[in-house]
């Protein structure tokens, strides 16, 4: 039997194989993209990767953007709404970055070729996957939010919604000068949804990508729809005013003359249902597959964690595989096991995050955080580390308890 297959070569896809090609494990990874079709294609998120994720890199062999160029040192809250707003910094530890996934993946699936891993183009069907697990040791769907991911059920305890509760708007820009020290800017406007300003760094080199996270039903909803085709200048227009009108923290950062979309190609709007699925599945033919990635989970984008989770959970996997392949239902088991915690806990909060109204906990530990830079810079921190944030978070119990031993009753 040849090795590991892997359906996807996202980052969930990618970061197992190349795991596995550190252990010397025979993969191969089918794609229904090569890398000259995902370098030239629409774009495909705003992702950024927190230290944890950049530390598997090193790890891995792949950090090729380690200069400080790329880096970005924490967030800067805008919290909109009240008689007057919240503004206040966190920091990590240690900085996040934010590289364009046309650039990221195509070098990651270049790094896996040149250890030997192969790679196949071709689209796999569903009905295709009971053929590859007889072909392969271990399957692993890492096909993202497509069809595939239907192959796993999806959990209703941990999926609460039905709709996307964003509809998104999010683009690359000239023209905004960056925060100081730099870093994502996160504004929240009361009952309209967020904007996420982003150091990115893509093919037209250091550059800004706002993502609008609008609450279905609000007045930025039409930013999901709008046509930057049939009317580039009125998009950025509407941009710019929605921008005004509703994050003023970035506005006041725009340079309006040199205000544009970097290309046609650098946009992408609409939303994602969160959907947390089952972790493996039997096939007809007796032999099991994992779900990785968003094929496992998917959570809106606000917090930035989808792409994290997913290094996380492919090197929980990756490690399952080498320690133990016996690739049963006992084995489906344990890796369910051990990236639980994570796992649930990035779709925990994620839909706690989205959720609308904010709880009274959840503002709680906000107002806490504009008054104490210990306790912002903890939840900043806690973007690479979902579990210990949802620790914090999960309860008003748990709220007030953190809370008070920050000293703040
Ligand atoms: C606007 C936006 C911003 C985001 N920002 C962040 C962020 O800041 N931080 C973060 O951590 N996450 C972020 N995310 C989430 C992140 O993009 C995803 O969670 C992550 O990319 C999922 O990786 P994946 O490898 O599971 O799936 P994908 O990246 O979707 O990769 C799946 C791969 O499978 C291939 N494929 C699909 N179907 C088939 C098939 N049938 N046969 C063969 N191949 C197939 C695809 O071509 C692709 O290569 C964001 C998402 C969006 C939309």
Redesign the pocket.
């Known amino acids: 039997m040849a090795g590991i297959g892997i ?7 990618l970061h197992l194989g190349l795991l596995l090609r550190r252990h010397d494990v025979p993969v191969t990874i ?4 090569d890398a000259e079709q995902i370098g030239s294609g629409r774009m ?5 990767h927190h230290h944890a994720t950049i530390e598997r890199e090193q790890a891995l062999g792949v950090d090729h953007w380690p200069d400080e160029e790329y880096h970005y040192f924490g967030h800067h809250h805008y919290l909109g709404g009240g008689p007057q707003p919240l503004v206040f910094p966190g920091f990590f530890t240690a900085p996040s970055r934010a590289i364009d996934y046309r650039i990221y993946l195509p070098a990651l699936l270049a790094d896996f070729v040149s250890r030997g891993g192969e790679f196949e183009v071709r ?3 569903a009905a295709d996957v009971s053929t590859l697990s007889e072909r392969h040791e271990l399957v692993v769907i ?5 069809n ?1 991911s239907a192959i796993f059920p999806r959990r209703a305890d941990k999926s609460p919604y039905d709709t996307p509760q964003r509809k ?1 708007c ?1 683009g690359l820009y000239e023209g905004v000068a960056p925060s100081d020290p730099r870093g994502v800017t996160m504004s929240v406007a009361a009952g309209q949804g967020e904007l996420l300003e982003i150091p990115i760094y893509s093919s037209a080199g250091h550059v800004t990508a706002l ?1 609008f996270e609008n609450v279905p039903g609000g007045e930025l909803e039409m930013l999901a729809e709008i046509s930057y085709d049939d009317d580039p200048v009125g998009f950025e227009k509407t941009i710019l005013d929605m921008t005004r009108k509703y994050h003023p923290a970035t506005f006041e950062r725009i340079d309006p003359a040199a205000f544009h979309l970097t290309g046609p190609l650098d946009l ?1 709007q609409g939303g ?1 249902l969160p959907s947390v699925r089952e972790d493996y599945a039997r096939l007809p033919n007796g032999r099991y597959v994992v779900a ?4 496992h989970v998917v959570v809106d ?1 606000v917090i ?7 290094s996380y959970s492919a090197w929980e996997l990756g490690h399952a595989i080498v320690e133990d392949p016996a690739f049963d239902e006992r084995f489906c088991q344990k890796v369910a096991d051990r990236r639980r915690n994570r796992v649930h806990a990035t779709a925990d909060w994620t839909n706690l995050m989205i959720s609308a109204p904010p709880p009274p906990h959840l503002l709680r530990m906000f107002g806490a955080m504009a008054q104490n830079q210990a306790v912002a810079d903890e939840f900043t921190e806690n973007f690479s580390y979902p579990d210990r944030q949802w620790d914090h978070l999960a309860t008003a119990d748990r709220v007030a308890s953190y809370l008070a031993r920050h000293g703040m009753a």
């Open positions: 359906v996807g070569a996202g980052i969930a896809g089918y794609s229904d993209r495909l998120n705003s992702v950024a689209p796999v069907q890492a096909s993202g939010r497509g595939m998104l999010v993502l992408l994602v990785l990635g968003d094929a984008p930035g964690q989808g792409a994290n989770c997913a």
